[in-house]
């Protein structure tokens, strides 16, 4: 099994708590490395939270 890294965006905090955000922006997976980025996205005016995957788990950050 492999590990996962991605981001969220979401327009607002509101649409973020509502289900309405664009999943997995510069999804990429994690082979044997132990670490990993995803490419850069424009947050301005809109909210974001990275978000990984680790033996079938999902964790993200809170909304910033």
Same mark, same amino acid.
């Given at each position: +099994? %492999? @590990?996962?890294? #991605? $981001? @969220?965006?979401?327009?607002?905090?509101? @649409?973020?708590?509502? /289900?309405? #955000?664009?999943?997995?922006?510069? #999804?990429? +997976?994690? !082979?044997? @490395?132990?670490? !990993? *980025?995803?490419?850069? %996205? =424009? =947050? =301005? !005016?809109?909210? +974001?939270?990275? &978000? /990984?995957?680790? #033996? /079938?788990? $999902?964790? &993200?950050? !809170?909304? *910033?």
């Amino acid at each position: +099994m %492999y @590990d996962e890294l #991605w $981001v @969220d965006r979401a327009r607002s905090l509101t @649409d973020a708590n509502a /289900g309405r #955000w664009e999943p997995q922006l510069g #999804w990429m +997976m994690l !082979g044997t @490395d132990t670490w !990993g *980025y995803t490419p850069a %996205y =424009d =947050d =301005d !005016g809109m909210v +974001m939270r990275a &978000c /990984g995957r680790s #033996w /079938g788990q $999902v964790v &993200c950050t !809170g909304w *910033y």
